[in-house]
């Protein structure tokens, strides 16, 4: 395998663990305060819906001369904003309605797909699901670090912002959980609230703010995911936001080992797609489809052995009854 081929590997493992780690981080905040979100789809696909249909109004109806880094800036905080949105549902219903939470994670899974497919449709030129915009945020090299020998080409060249944006907010959610007030309280709803109630800690707004901060960061996976390996969104995110609930699980529900996990199958996935590039996986003769299933099966098999070994917080998925002990 020569060196141009590694490098293709790993720039397109980046481009798929960053979306899984910042999702799956989504989650994380969420089943931390005690409320089960298998709603990442989801919220993945809203927001990935809302921030490049904003994109193709600026670029193709409006024809606005903007800025690449302003017209980011503003999708992703529309992706956020959508994500929140949909959140508050959940919330909503989780926590105000006591309803079962994977119900209401299932009504948005399947909301989502079928909302964006029929707005799309009604809202493009062509009448399409398939909303195009002009990618033009790659970065042929970070100033300074795309020189680093053999990091440089492999991490700073040829590269987008959002993946830089992936690994400052994987830093920045490990530092609010386990250094900051607001991270001890949010971690005390989901493991005992009783406990937290007991001491003055607002249970349902704790639960609230980690079920907004799921769908903030869901909705931004959506965009970090379309951004680098697309320039249209079909109305799908490829089941991205149910393996990132794979790597939540695998990652024992801490940012370090999320961190790990997704490179795991961001690695898998890269390898199954450019298996025909690597000359000893190309020389077995085996038909492209059992490596494009490879990385799902390595899932359900790393979660059987795995998933035993891992605690979810104790009261994840509880409606919180203030009178209970």
């Not at 789809?41 to 249909?53: D, H, Q, R, S, V």
């Not at 440089?152 to 992936?166: A, D, I, R, V």
């Amino acid at each position: 395998m020569t060196m141009a081929v590694f490098y293709s590997i790993m720039h397109w493992t980046v481009y798929i663990m960053i979306p899984l780690i910042v999702v799956s981080l989504g989650g994380l905040f969420s089943e931390k305060s005690g409320v089960v979100n298998i709603a990442l789809e989801g919220k993945m696909i809203l927001g990935a819906f809302a921030g490049t249909m904003f994109m193709y109004h600026v670029q193709n109806v409006w024809e606005l001369a903007m800025s690449p880094w302003l017209l980011l800036f503003l999708t992703l905080l529309i992706a956020m904003a959508t994500g929140i949105i949909i959140s508050l549902a959940h919330a909503y219903a989780s926590i105000n309605l006591r309803a079962n939470q994977v119900i209401s994670g299932i009504a948005i899974n399947m909301f989502a797909a079928a909302f964006a497919i029929y707005t799309a449709r009604a809202m493009t030129r062509a009448g399409s699901q398939h909303i195009h915009f002009s990618n033009v945020f790659r970065i042929d090299s970070v100033p300074g670090l795309g020189n680093i020998p053999f990091l440089g080409p492999m991490l700073f060249q040829n590269t987008y912002f959002t993946s830089l944006l992936g690994i400052l907010i994987l830093a920045a959610s490990a530092f609010v959980l386990y250094k900051t007030k607001f991270g001890l309280r949010l971690r005390a709803c989901g493991e005992h609230p009783q406990a937290a109630d007991s001491v003055g800690v607002s249970v349902t707004k704790m639960r609230y703010a980690g079920v907004i901060l799921s769908g903030a960061l869901a909705g931004m996976g959506g965009i970090l995911y379309i951004v680098p390996i697309a320039s249209a969104f079909s109305g799908t995110v490829a089941g991205y936001g149910f393996l990132a609930l794979a790597v939540l699980i695998f990652g024992a529900w801490k940012p370090q080992r999320i961190l790990f996990a997704a490179f795991f199958f961001g690695l898998m996935l890269s390898v199954a797609s450019q298996f025909s590039a690597i000359p000893f996986l190309r020389d077995l003769g085996i038909h492209a489809n059992f490596f494009r299933m490879t990385p799902y099966v390595a899932t359900l098999v790393v979660l059987a052995f795995t998933s035993k070994n891992t605690a979810a917080p104790k009261a994840v998925g509880q409606p919180y009854d203030k009178g209970g002990r």
